[in-house]
């Protein structure tokens, strides 16, 4: 069964807007962590954002923000006033209690000027 | 400050030779993780460890093995290379302690089996 689930192949924005990147997960574990990572066309894998499943409040780091819905099991990553550098691969990534870490399939995300 | 070090970092084999990926790190990590990436699927986890002489199986452990003697390496075999095994091969890196704790990658190892 699928851990991670990213829906949307690809997407496109207009700079300067903001754009939704959606992923939900499933686990039976109730200690898990949720990440979002960049992968730009040159292949490096760049952190963005984590969240706890414990963490009460979304997680923030700069123009990207993690809308957290627990019950639903969804983790989206918004980001706000898209920029070109913004234009990469988006993965969704959860860590079950101690252990593993999956990802899930991916989004590319394309910046229009 | 190397990070997560990968090698090779292109290599070529013909189907049934063998080889090894080789991922270091210095940064005194407990989780040690290989990847692969294929167009359309994302990156799958091959072998993990959690600690120094420890592995376990991610998602798609058939056709490699994985060695953890010292605790800053990470070795990943093929013993019989295939086609399929044709892939863009990621190590990461982790702090122990919980779900928390970003991964910290080497920059890829790109294989191509003939």
Known sequence: AQKITQTQPGMFVQEKEAVTLDCTYDTSDPSYGLFWYKQPSSGEMIFLIYQGSYDQQNATEGRYSLNFQKARKSANLVISASQLGDSAMYFCAMREGYQKVTFGTGTKLQVIP | NAGVTQTPKFRVLKTGQSMTLLCAQDMNHEYMYWYRQDPGMGLRLIHYSVGEGTTAKGEVPDGYN?????????????????????????????????????LFFGEGSRLTVL
């Open chain 2, 66 to 102: 994985v060695s953890r003697l010292k605790k800053q390496n990470f070795l990943l075999g093929l013993e019989s290379a295939a086609p399929s095994q044709t892939s863009v091969y990621f190590c990461a890196s982790g702090l122990a302690g919980g779900p928390a704790g970003e």
